[in-house]
């Protein structure tokens, strides 16, 4: 039997073998598309939490510059 006389059979059930198919593909393509949302999301947060880590390291890091450069500017004066 070929695949097109498959698909147009029955099931035991008495459904068309095309529309049980095709709705596991569905159901398949909404699995997916889930777990491709999941992964996408977790990545942007990952994202996120280097981001603000950055920030927070280049903050740090921008006010010990200027108080060593207010430092050696009093220094500079006395």
């Known amino acids: ?8 059979s029955k ?3 008495g459904e ?3 529309e049980v198919q095709y709705r596991f593909y ?3 393509m909404l699995s997916r598309n ?3 949302h999941t992964q996408a999301r ?8 280097e981001l603000e880590e950055q920030t927070v390291i280049a903050t740090v890091t921008c006010k010990k510059s ?5 430092a ?5 004066k006395n």
């Open 1 to 8: 039997m070929d695949i097109e006389a498959w698909l147009a």
């Open 11 to 13: 099931t035991k059930a």
């Open 16 to 18: 068309n073998r095309w």
């Open 26 to 28: 569905q159901a398949s």
């Open 34 to 36: 889930q777990e491709q």
């Open 42 to 49: 977790e990545q942007v947060e990952k994202w996120k939490r």
């Open 66 to 70: 200027l108080i060593q450069e207010k």
């Open 72 to 76: 050696c500017h009093q220094n500079a």
